[in-house]
Protein backbone atom coordinates (compact mmCIF):
# COMPACT_ATOMS: atom_id res chain seq x y z
CA UNK A 1 0.00 0.00 0.00
CA UNK A 2 1.00 3.44 -0.86
CA UNK A 3 -0.05 6.60 -0.02
CA UNK A 4 -0.44 8.41 -3.05
CA UNK A 5 -2.83 5.58 -3.80
CA UNK A 6 -5.71 7.55 -5.59
CA UNK A 7 -8.65 5.34 -3.92
CA UNK A 8 -6.72 4.30 -0.23
CA UNK A 9 -10.17 3.45 0.92
CA UNK A 10 -10.46 1.07 -1.48
CA UNK A 11 -7.38 -0.65 -0.60
CA UNK A 12 -6.83 -3.94 1.92
CA UNK A 13 -3.96 -2.74 4.11
CA UNK A 14 -2.75 -6.52 4.61
CA UNK A 15 -1.28 -6.61 1.04
CA UNK A 16 2.00 -7.68 0.78
CA UNK A 17 4.73 -5.06 1.94
CA UNK A 18 7.64 -4.27 -0.27
CA UNK A 19 10.53 -6.20 1.17
CA UNK A 20 11.05 -5.47 4.88
CA UNK A 21 14.20 -3.60 6.17
CA UNK A 22 16.68 -5.75 8.00
CA UNK A 23 15.70 -6.24 11.57
CA UNK A 24 18.55 -4.59 13.39
CA UNK A 25 18.08 -1.48 11.14
CA UNK A 26 14.14 -1.57 12.14
CA UNK A 27 15.36 -2.41 16.03
CA UNK A 28 17.42 0.84 15.69
CA UNK A 29 14.36 2.86 14.14
CA UNK A 30 12.29 1.43 16.55
CA UNK A 31 14.49 2.83 19.26
CA UNK A 32 14.68 5.82 17.90
CA UNK A 33 11.14 6.15 17.43
CA UNK A 34 11.31 6.04 21.77
CA UNK A 35 14.09 7.53 22.13
CA UNK A 36 12.85 11.25 20.31
CA UNK A 37 9.07 10.16 21.67
CA UNK A 38 10.41 10.13 25.25
CA UNK A 39 13.05 13.36 25.07
CA UNK A 40 10.20 15.48 24.01
CA UNK A 41 8.49 13.75 27.18
CA UNK A 42 11.71 14.66 28.94
CA UNK A 43 11.78 18.00 28.07
CA UNK A 44 8.03 18.29 28.77
CA UNK A 45 8.76 16.81 32.29
CA UNK A 46 11.46 18.94 32.84
CA UNK A 47 9.80 21.81 31.90
CA UNK A 48 6.29 21.84 33.24
CA UNK A 49 8.24 20.76 36.58
CA UNK A 50 9.54 24.09 37.05
CA UNK A 51 6.39 25.71 36.03
CA UNK A 52 3.71 23.31 37.96
CA UNK A 53 3.75 22.46 41.50
CA UNK A 54 4.25 18.87 42.99
CA UNK A 55 0.27 19.18 43.96
CA UNK A 56 -0.35 19.64 40.15
CA UNK A 57 1.41 16.45 39.17
CA UNK A 58 -0.56 14.60 42.18
CA UNK A 59 -4.15 15.69 41.06
CA UNK A 60 -3.20 14.20 37.27
CA UNK A 61 -1.03 11.50 38.32
CA UNK A 62 -4.76 10.29 40.54
CA UNK A 63 -6.63 10.79 37.62
CA UNK A 64 -4.96 9.06 35.01
CA UNK A 65 -4.59 6.25 37.55
CA UNK A 66 -8.27 5.95 37.27
CA UNK A 67 -8.20 6.47 33.85
CA UNK A 68 -5.31 3.25 33.47
CA UNK A 69 -7.43 0.74 35.36
CA UNK A 70 -10.74 1.13 33.16
CA UNK A 71 -8.40 1.73 30.16
CA UNK A 72 -7.67 -1.94 31.32
CA UNK A 73 -10.64 -3.14 29.31
CA UNK A 74 -9.91 -1.49 25.79
CA UNK A 75 -6.60 -3.51 25.83
CA UNK A 76 -8.47 -6.40 23.67
CA UNK A 77 -5.10 -7.36 21.94
CA UNK A 78 -6.17 -6.17 18.58
CA UNK A 79 -3.22 -4.98 17.57
CA UNK A 80 -1.17 -8.59 18.21
CA UNK A 81 -4.12 -10.38 16.83
CA UNK A 82 -3.86 -8.46 13.19
CA UNK A 83 0.05 -8.68 13.99
CA UNK A 84 -0.21 -12.79 13.97
CA UNK A 85 -2.76 -13.25 10.89
CA UNK A 86 0.00 -13.98 8.00
CA UNK A 87 -2.57 -11.79 5.15
CA UNK A 88 -5.27 -10.37 7.18
CA UNK A 89 -8.34 -9.19 4.71
CA UNK A 90 -9.89 -5.94 4.65
CA UNK A 91 -12.63 -7.34 7.15
CA UNK A 92 -10.67 -7.73 9.86
CA UNK A 93 -8.99 -4.41 9.80
CA UNK A 94 -12.90 -3.02 9.72
CA UNK A 95 -13.77 -5.14 12.60
CA UNK A 96 -10.72 -4.27 14.73
CA UNK A 97 -11.66 -1.04 14.13
CA UNK A 98 -15.43 -1.45 14.90
CA UNK A 99 -14.63 -3.07 18.42
CA UNK A 100 -12.08 -1.00 19.24
CA UNK A 101 -14.35 2.48 18.86
CA UNK A 102 -17.72 0.64 20.49
CA UNK A 103 -15.23 -0.50 23.51
CA UNK A 104 -13.78 3.01 24.00
CA UNK A 105 -16.58 5.02 23.53
CA UNK A 106 -18.89 2.53 26.20
CA UNK A 107 -15.80 3.09 28.45
CA UNK A 108 -15.78 6.82 28.29
CA UNK A 109 -19.42 6.55 29.69
CA UNK A 110 -17.91 3.95 32.36
CA UNK A 111 -15.55 6.76 33.16
CA UNK A 112 -17.84 9.41 33.70
CA UNK A 113 -20.04 7.46 36.15
CA UNK A 114 -17.42 6.74 38.41
CA UNK A 115 -15.79 9.90 38.52
CA UNK A 116 -17.92 11.11 41.89
CA UNK A 117 -16.61 7.84 43.40
CA UNK A 118 -12.70 8.63 42.28
CA UNK A 119 -13.36 12.24 43.93
CA UNK A 120 -14.76 10.78 47.37
CA UNK A 121 -12.76 7.78 47.14
CA UNK A 122 -9.72 10.65 47.37
CA UNK A 123 -11.08 12.57 48.74
CA UNK A 124 -10.41 15.44 46.15
CA UNK A 125 -13.56 17.29 44.45
CA UNK A 126 -11.38 18.12 41.71
CA UNK A 127 -10.94 14.51 40.21
CA UNK A 128 -14.84 13.98 39.41
CA UNK A 129 -14.75 16.84 36.18
CA UNK A 130 -10.95 16.03 35.48
CA UNK A 131 -11.94 12.10 34.77
CA UNK A 132 -14.65 13.16 32.92
CA UNK A 133 -12.71 15.96 30.78
CA UNK A 134 -10.02 13.28 30.30
CA UNK A 135 -12.46 10.37 29.21
CA UNK A 136 -13.19 12.29 26.09
CA UNK A 137 -10.01 10.79 24.91
CA UNK A 138 -11.09 7.72 25.08
CA UNK A 139 -14.13 8.32 22.36
CA UNK A 140 -11.46 9.95 19.81
CA UNK A 141 -8.82 7.07 20.26
CA UNK A 142 -11.77 5.06 19.20
CA UNK A 143 -11.66 6.76 16.03
CA UNK A 144 -7.93 6.37 14.99
CA UNK A 145 -7.26 4.77 11.99
CA UNK A 146 -6.68 1.04 12.05
CA UNK A 147 -4.24 1.31 9.26
CA UNK A 148 -1.51 2.46 10.56
CA UNK A 149 -0.76 -0.96 11.86
CA UNK A 150 1.04 -1.68 8.83
CA UNK A 151 3.66 0.37 9.80
CA UNK A 152 4.68 -2.79 12.37
CA UNK A 153 4.01 -5.65 9.47
CA UNK A 154 5.76 -3.97 6.98
CA UNK A 155 8.20 -2.84 9.38
CA UNK A 156 8.21 0.99 8.26
CA UNK A 157 8.95 2.48 11.13
CA UNK A 158 10.42 5.91 9.52
CA UNK A 159 6.74 6.61 8.51
CA UNK A 160 5.60 6.12 12.20
CA UNK A 161 7.97 8.14 13.39
CA UNK A 162 7.05 11.02 11.29
CA UNK A 163 3.54 10.46 12.41
CA UNK A 164 4.60 10.44 16.30
CA UNK A 165 7.54 12.99 16.26
CA UNK A 166 4.33 15.33 14.46
CA UNK A 167 1.60 14.69 17.19
CA UNK A 168 4.17 14.80 20.30
CA UNK A 169 5.83 17.98 19.03
CA UNK A 170 2.69 19.81 18.64
CA UNK A 171 0.88 18.69 22.01
CA UNK A 172 3.93 19.94 23.74
CA UNK A 173 3.77 23.31 22.35
CA UNK A 174 -0.04 23.29 23.56
CA UNK A 175 0.70 21.77 26.69
CA UNK A 176 3.62 24.50 27.29
CA UNK A 177 1.34 27.20 26.56
CA UNK A 178 -1.33 26.37 28.63
CA UNK A 179 0.97 25.80 31.42
CA UNK A 180 2.41 29.23 30.88
CA UNK A 181 -0.99 30.38 30.80
CA UNK A 182 -3.62 28.50 33.12
CA UNK A 183 -0.18 27.98 35.53
CA UNK A 184 -2.25 24.93 36.87
CA UNK A 185 -3.19 21.35 36.70
CA UNK A 186 -5.66 22.30 34.02
CA UNK A 187 -2.83 22.38 31.50
CA UNK A 188 -2.16 18.89 31.57
CA UNK A 189 -5.11 18.14 30.94
CA UNK A 190 -5.55 19.98 27.74
CA UNK A 191 -2.20 18.56 26.57
CA UNK A 192 -3.82 15.15 26.91
CA UNK A 193 -6.86 15.70 25.52
CA UNK A 194 -4.96 17.37 22.61
CA UNK A 195 -2.58 14.56 21.64
CA UNK A 196 -5.74 12.22 20.98
CA UNK A 197 -7.34 14.74 18.27
CA UNK A 198 -3.58 14.84 16.72
CA UNK A 199 -3.05 11.58 16.93
CA UNK A 200 -6.27 10.53 15.16
CA UNK A 201 -5.67 13.25 12.88
CA UNK A 202 -2.26 12.07 11.89
CA UNK A 203 -3.44 8.75 11.29
CA UNK A 204 -5.69 9.30 8.40
CA UNK A 205 -3.20 11.77 6.82
CA UNK A 206 -0.24 9.23 7.44
CA UNK A 207 -2.06 5.90 5.99
CA UNK A 208 -4.74 5.41 3.21
CA UNK A 209 -6.67 3.41 4.87
CA UNK A 210 -10.54 4.29 5.60
CA UNK A 211 -12.19 1.60 7.89
CA UNK A 212 -15.73 0.81 7.98
CA UNK A 213 -18.05 -0.36 10.27
CA UNK A 214 -17.99 -4.50 10.22
CA UNK A 215 -17.86 -7.32 12.65
CA UNK A 216 -17.83 -9.65 10.17
CA UNK A 217 -14.66 -11.37 11.95
CA UNK A 218 -15.09 -10.50 15.47
CA UNK A 219 -14.78 -14.47 16.79
CA UNK A 220 -11.44 -14.98 14.99
CA UNK A 221 -9.93 -11.58 16.43
CA UNK A 222 -11.13 -11.85 19.93
CA UNK A 223 -10.53 -15.31 20.22
CA UNK A 224 -7.20 -14.61 19.74
CA UNK A 225 -6.90 -11.38 21.74
CA UNK A 226 -8.54 -12.72 24.64
CA UNK A 227 -5.52 -13.90 26.50
CA UNK A 228 -3.56 -10.36 25.13
CA UNK A 229 -6.12 -8.58 26.76
CA UNK A 230 -5.87 -10.68 30.04
CA UNK A 231 -1.75 -10.09 29.99
CA UNK A 232 -2.34 -6.21 29.19
CA UNK A 233 -5.03 -6.36 32.50
CA UNK A 234 -2.24 -7.27 34.77
CA UNK A 235 0.69 -4.96 33.46
CA UNK A 236 -1.80 -2.31 33.72
CA UNK A 237 -2.44 -3.51 37.57
CA UNK A 238 1.26 -3.69 38.17
CA UNK A 239 2.04 -0.10 36.89
CA UNK A 240 -0.77 1.85 38.44
CA UNK A 241 -1.40 -0.19 41.20
CA UNK A 242 1.54 1.59 43.90
CA UNK A 243 0.11 5.42 42.77
CA UNK A 244 -3.50 4.43 43.45
CA UNK A 245 -1.95 3.10 46.90
CA UNK A 246 -0.22 5.91 47.43
CA UNK A 247 -2.85 8.26 46.63
CA UNK A 248 -5.04 7.36 48.91
CA UNK A 249 -2.24 7.03 52.31
CA UNK A 250 -0.12 10.00 51.45
CA UNK A 251 -0.30 13.86 49.87
CA UNK A 252 -0.64 15.35 46.71
CA UNK A 253 2.34 16.47 46.88
CA UNK A 254 3.97 12.92 47.64
CA UNK A 255 1.91 11.69 44.88
CA UNK A 256 3.61 13.80 42.69
CA UNK A 257 6.63 12.95 43.22
CA UNK A 258 5.74 9.29 42.95
CA UNK A 259 4.50 9.94 39.91
CA UNK A 260 7.37 11.99 38.02
CA UNK A 261 9.62 9.51 39.62
CA UNK A 262 8.05 6.60 37.81
CA UNK A 263 7.91 8.69 34.64
CA UNK A 264 11.10 10.08 34.55
CA UNK A 265 12.15 5.84 35.08
CA UNK A 266 10.25 4.52 32.49
CA UNK A 267 11.99 7.08 29.84
CA UNK A 268 14.73 5.85 30.28
CA UNK A 269 14.04 1.83 30.83
CA UNK A 270 9.90 0.24 29.67
CA UNK A 271 10.41 2.73 26.81
CA UNK A 272 13.19 1.22 25.27
CA UNK A 273 11.73 -2.15 25.87
CA UNK A 274 8.60 -1.32 24.60
CA UNK A 275 10.07 0.00 21.44
CA UNK A 276 12.04 -3.12 20.55
CA UNK A 277 9.43 -4.96 22.00
CA UNK A 278 7.58 -4.09 18.78
CA UNK A 279 10.34 -5.63 16.40
CA UNK A 280 10.90 -8.53 18.55
CA UNK A 281 6.82 -9.13 18.20
CA UNK A 282 6.75 -9.08 14.45
CA UNK A 283 9.88 -11.18 13.87
CA UNK A 284 9.34 -13.53 16.22
CA UNK A 285 5.66 -14.20 15.35
CA UNK A 286 6.44 -14.13 11.80
CA UNK A 287 8.59 -17.16 12.00
CA UNK A 288 5.44 -19.03 13.39
CA UNK A 289 7.92 -21.46 15.58
CA UNK A 290 8.30 -22.50 18.99
CA UNK A 291 10.78 -20.91 21.33
CA UNK A 292 11.86 -24.66 21.80
CA UNK A 293 13.01 -24.05 17.71
CA UNK A 294 15.63 -21.40 18.57
CA UNK A 295 16.15 -21.72 22.01
CA UNK A 296 19.80 -20.30 21.24
CA UNK A 297 18.73 -16.81 20.80
CA UNK A 298 16.78 -16.17 24.07
CA UNK A 299 20.12 -15.56 26.36
CA UNK A 300 21.22 -13.18 23.60
CA UNK A 301 18.17 -11.18 23.97
CA UNK A 302 17.48 -10.73 27.23
CA UNK A 303 21.20 -9.96 27.66
CA UNK A 304 20.86 -7.53 25.00
CA UNK A 305 17.62 -5.95 26.57
CA UNK A 306 19.44 -6.27 30.48
CA UNK A 307 22.50 -4.18 28.92
CA UNK A 308 20.49 -1.30 28.25
CA UNK A 309 17.77 -1.01 31.06
CA UNK A 310 20.31 -2.13 33.34
CA UNK A 311 22.50 0.94 33.57
CA UNK A 312 19.98 3.49 32.39
CA UNK A 313 17.69 2.57 35.29
CA UNK A 314 20.24 1.82 38.31
CA UNK A 315 22.18 5.17 37.07
CA UNK A 316 19.51 6.91 36.80
CA UNK A 317 19.20 5.69 40.93
CA UNK A 318 22.56 6.06 41.91
CA UNK A 319 22.68 10.16 40.56
CA UNK A 320 18.91 11.28 41.72
CA UNK A 321 20.11 13.72 44.39
CA UNK A 322 21.93 14.99 41.42
CA UNK A 323 19.89 14.60 38.61
CA UNK A 324 16.30 15.76 40.51
CA UNK A 325 17.53 19.00 41.13
CA UNK A 326 19.25 19.75 37.94
CA UNK A 327 16.40 18.57 35.92
CA UNK A 328 13.56 19.00 37.84
CA UNK A 329 14.52 22.25 40.52
CA UNK A 330 14.66 22.21 43.97
CA UNK A 331 11.40 21.32 45.12
CA UNK A 332 11.64 17.55 43.54
CA UNK A 333 14.54 16.84 45.90
CA UNK A 334 12.29 14.90 48.04
CA UNK A 335 11.39 12.53 45.52
CA UNK A 336 15.16 11.23 44.83
CA UNK A 337 14.72 8.58 47.54
CA UNK A 338 11.65 7.55 45.67
CA UNK A 339 13.43 7.70 42.35
CA UNK A 340 16.04 5.25 43.83
CA UNK A 341 14.04 2.82 44.48
CA UNK A 342 12.00 3.04 41.32
CA UNK A 343 14.38 3.08 38.68
CA UNK A 344 15.70 0.18 39.58
CA UNK A 345 12.37 -1.65 39.62
CA UNK A 346 11.55 -0.01 36.76
CA UNK A 347 14.53 -1.70 34.49
CA UNK A 348 13.68 -4.73 36.17
CA UNK A 349 10.44 -4.73 34.50
CA UNK A 350 11.36 -4.03 31.12
CA UNK A 351 13.04 -7.34 30.50
CA UNK A 352 10.12 -8.92 31.95
CA UNK A 353 8.18 -7.24 29.23
CA UNK A 354 10.50 -8.98 26.79
CA UNK A 355 9.30 -12.13 28.17
CA UNK A 356 5.80 -11.44 27.77
CA UNK A 357 5.88 -10.23 24.38
CA UNK A 358 8.35 -13.47 23.44
CA UNK A 359 5.68 -15.40 24.71
CA UNK A 360 2.83 -14.13 23.00
CA UNK A 361 4.13 -13.94 19.45
CA UNK A 362 5.31 -17.25 19.86
CA UNK A 363 1.98 -18.51 20.25
CA UNK A 364 1.81 -19.29 23.89
CA UNK A 365 -0.60 -15.91 24.88
CA UNK A 366 -2.29 -17.70 27.04
CA UNK A 367 1.31 -18.42 29.72
CA UNK A 368 1.48 -14.24 28.94
CA UNK A 369 -1.23 -13.84 30.12
CA UNK A 370 -1.05 -16.16 33.73
CA UNK A 371 2.35 -14.72 34.42
CA UNK A 372 0.99 -11.49 34.17
CA UNK A 373 -2.17 -11.61 36.34
CA UNK A 374 0.13 -13.78 38.51
CA UNK A 375 2.62 -10.84 38.61
CA UNK A 376 -0.24 -8.13 39.38
CA UNK A 377 -1.79 -10.05 42.21
CA UNK A 378 1.63 -10.47 43.85
CA UNK A 379 2.23 -6.42 43.90
CA UNK A 380 -1.06 -5.58 44.88
CA UNK A 381 -0.90 -8.15 47.84
CA UNK A 382 2.47 -6.42 49.10
CA UNK A 383 1.27 -2.78 48.34
CA UNK A 384 -2.31 -3.20 49.80
CA UNK A 385 -0.62 -5.04 52.76
CA UNK A 386 1.85 -2.09 53.20
CA UNK A 387 -0.47 0.23 52.98
CA UNK A 388 -3.08 -0.82 54.82
CA UNK A 389 -0.52 -1.33 58.21
CA UNK A 390 0.66 2.08 57.81
CA UNK A 391 3.71 2.26 55.69
CA UNK A 392 5.02 4.87 53.88
CA UNK A 393 5.36 5.38 50.23
CA UNK A 394 8.94 4.50 50.14
CA UNK A 395 8.18 1.44 51.49
CA UNK A 396 5.70 0.90 49.04
CA UNK A 397 8.46 1.76 46.17
CA UNK A 398 10.73 -0.73 47.68
CA UNK A 399 7.94 -3.73 48.39
CA UNK A 400 7.27 -3.11 44.52
CA UNK A 401 10.65 -3.21 43.86
CA UNK A 402 11.15 -7.02 45.45
CA UNK A 403 7.91 -8.21 44.01
CA UNK A 404 9.07 -7.10 40.56
CA UNK A 405 12.45 -8.77 41.15
CA UNK A 406 10.45 -12.29 41.78
CA UNK A 407 8.18 -11.65 39.15
CA UNK A 408 11.14 -11.36 36.39
CA UNK A 409 12.65 -14.50 37.65
CA UNK A 410 9.37 -16.64 37.64
CA UNK A 411 9.39 -15.34 34.17
CA UNK A 412 12.72 -16.67 33.36
CA UNK A 413 11.78 -19.97 34.82
CA UNK A 414 8.91 -20.33 32.66
CA UNK A 415 10.49 -18.71 29.38
CA UNK A 416 13.02 -21.78 29.93
CA UNK A 417 10.48 -23.93 30.40
CA UNK A 418 8.65 -22.99 27.19
CA UNK A 419 12.14 -23.03 25.02
CA UNK A 420 13.32 -26.34 26.18
CA UNK A 421 16.67 -24.81 27.36
CA UNK A 422 18.66 -24.39 30.42
CA UNK A 423 17.35 -21.72 33.10
CA UNK A 424 20.95 -21.17 34.18
CA UNK A 425 21.74 -19.79 30.76
CA UNK A 426 19.04 -17.06 30.74
CA UNK A 427 19.70 -16.21 34.55
CA UNK A 428 23.20 -15.79 34.03
CA UNK A 429 22.17 -13.54 30.85
CA UNK A 430 19.71 -11.27 32.86
CA UNK A 431 22.33 -11.70 35.92
CA UNK A 432 25.24 -10.13 34.50
CA UNK A 433 24.34 -6.67 33.49
CA UNK A 434 22.14 -6.19 36.86
CA UNK A 435 24.88 -7.64 39.04
CA UNK A 436 27.38 -4.91 37.32
CA UNK A 437 24.48 -2.37 37.62
CA UNK A 438 24.14 -2.90 41.43
CA UNK A 439 28.06 -2.16 41.83
CA UNK A 440 27.94 0.35 40.00
CA UNK A 441 24.82 1.98 42.28
CA UNK A 442 26.35 1.28 44.92
CA UNK A 443 30.16 2.97 43.91
CA UNK A 444 28.47 5.84 42.08
CA UNK A 445 26.70 6.66 45.23
CA UNK A 446 29.52 6.20 47.80
CA UNK A 447 31.34 9.07 45.78
CA UNK A 448 31.93 12.17 47.60
CA UNK A 449 31.91 15.24 45.85
CA UNK A 450 31.68 17.89 48.24
CA UNK A 451 29.61 20.96 47.69
CA UNK A 452 30.89 20.88 44.04
CA UNK A 453 26.88 21.50 42.39
CA UNK A 454 24.45 19.33 41.01
CA UNK A 455 25.86 19.55 37.28
CA UNK A 456 29.93 19.73 38.35
CA UNK A 457 28.57 16.00 40.29
CA UNK A 458 26.94 14.52 37.28
CA UNK A 459 29.82 15.29 34.75
CA UNK A 460 31.85 13.18 37.57
CA UNK A 461 29.16 10.48 38.26
CA UNK A 462 28.22 9.57 35.35
CA UNK A 463 30.72 8.88 33.06
CA UNK A 464 32.74 7.18 36.39
CA UNK A 465 29.79 5.28 36.46
CA UNK A 466 29.79 4.04 32.72
CA UNK A 467 33.37 2.86 33.14
CA UNK A 468 32.16 1.03 35.98
CA UNK A 469 29.92 -0.80 34.71
CA UNK A 470 31.38 -1.69 31.65
CA UNK A 471 33.99 -3.22 33.15
CA UNK A 472 31.98 -5.23 35.48
CA UNK A 473 30.29 -6.74 33.04
CA UNK A 474 33.19 -7.56 31.01
CA UNK A 475 34.75 -9.14 34.14
CA UNK A 476 31.55 -11.44 34.92
CA UNK A 477 31.34 -12.04 31.57
CA UNK A 478 34.70 -13.48 31.19
CA UNK A 479 34.69 -15.12 35.17
CA UNK A 480 31.86 -17.13 33.35
CA UNK A 481 33.92 -18.32 30.55
CA UNK A 482 32.93 -15.39 28.00
CA UNK A 483 29.63 -17.45 26.99
CA UNK A 484 27.78 -16.91 23.45
CA UNK A 485 25.24 -13.96 24.31
CA UNK A 486 25.05 -9.98 24.36
CA UNK A 487 28.30 -9.22 25.62
CA UNK A 488 30.14 -11.29 22.67
CA UNK A 489 27.91 -9.74 19.74
CA UNK A 490 28.83 -6.43 21.73
CA UNK A 491 32.40 -6.91 21.23
CA UNK A 492 32.23 -7.87 18.04
CA UNK A 493 31.24 -5.11 16.69
CA UNK A 494 32.75 -3.09 18.48
CA UNK A 495 36.07 -4.70 16.99
CA UNK A 496 34.50 -4.31 13.27
CA UNK A 497 33.68 -1.05 14.05
CA UNK A 498 37.02 0.42 15.53
CA UNK A 499 38.78 -1.64 12.51
CA UNK A 500 36.56 0.08 9.93
CA UNK A 501 37.34 2.92 11.11
CA UNK A 502 40.84 2.50 11.31
CA UNK A 503 41.29 1.17 8.05
CA UNK A 504 39.64 4.51 6.55
CA UNK A 505 41.44 6.70 8.74
CA UNK A 506 44.95 5.44 7.59
CA UNK A 507 44.28 4.73 4.22
CA UNK A 508 43.30 8.63 3.93
CA UNK A 509 46.95 9.33 5.51
Known sequence: MTVD??????????????????????????????????????????????????????????????LALIDIFSALGLRQALLRIAAPERAHYDTAWTIQLLVLTGLAGLLVAIGPLAAWFYEEPALSLLIAVLASCFVIDGLANIGVIDFERHFDFGRDLRMRLSVRLTSFVVTLSAALILQSYWALVIGTVMQS????????????????????????????????????????????????????????NIVGFYAVSRDLSSIFTEEIATALNRVTFVTTARTGRPLSADPERLPSMLGAYGLIAAPLGFGLAATANEALPLLLGSQWMMAAPLLSIIAPACALYAVYKLIVITLQASGDARTAAFLSLAGAASVVAVTVTLGLNGYGANSIALGALVATTALLTSGLIVLSQKAETGLAGLLTAVARPFVAATLMLLIVQGLDTGNIGPLAAMAIKVPAGAAIFGIAVIALWLG??????????????????????????????
Open 197 to 252: LLNVAASYIFHPFRPRFSLAKRGELLGVSLWMFLASAGQTVHNQIEKIVVGRISSR
Open 5 to 66: NPHPSQQSPGEPPAPAKGVYRSAATAVAIAWSLRLIGLISVLVLARVLTPRDFGIVALATSV
Open 480 to 509: QGAPDGAEKIVIKIVRQRSSQFLIKHFARL
